[in-house]
């Protein structure tokens, strides 16, 4: 059976003129893909006015909460020890979030508490994935 872990919270966007927009978004976590955590935003938070939902590994949120962490689109790292800052990267420009650490660390907790970092089942979540690419073939 699939557990699902879901934590609304509240952001700042960062603006390019240094401005903070309070944002409000929800941290999601499931064991049907328990490497993953989630972020999602809603649409008035969006560049599009669509809903929109980051995607990425579970142990970088972990990292980033304790160094900088992060290639790429996603990058994380904590900020005056109690905000932890999210840069998105995408093709349509770049978004950066101050969360408080505490919540962020909250969530994670919440997370291992449900499976343990390391313990994750990789066979089953290849299974998925090749059921899901390879359905009706």
Do not use: C, K, N
């Not at 390019?16 to 972020?39: C, G, K, M, N, Q």
């Not at 932890?84 to 909250?106: D, I, K, M, N």
Request: proline content about 5%.
């Amino acid at each position: 059976m699939d557990v699902f872990i879901e934590q609304p919270t509240l952001a700042r966007l960062i603006t390019a003129e240094d401005r903070e927009i309070p944002v409000s978004a929800t941290l999601r976590y499931t064991t049907d893909d328990p490497l993953a955590v989630f972020v999602d935003f809603p649409a008035e938070a969006a560049l599009e006015g669509e809903e929109v939902t980051w995607t990425f590994a579970r142990s970088l949120l972990d990292q980033g909460l304790r160094a900088p962490a992060g290639h790429g689109d996603v990058q994380i790292w904590p900020t005056g020890g109690t905000r932890t800052v999210l840069e998105f990267h995408s093709p349509y420009g770049l978004a950066l979030l101050q969360f408080q650490a505490s919540a962020l660390r909250r969530f994670l907790l919440r997370t291992y508490e449900v499976v343990a970092a390391g313990q994750e089942d990789m066979a089953a979540v290849v299974e998925r994935g090749l059921s899901a690419l390879f359905d009706g073939v």
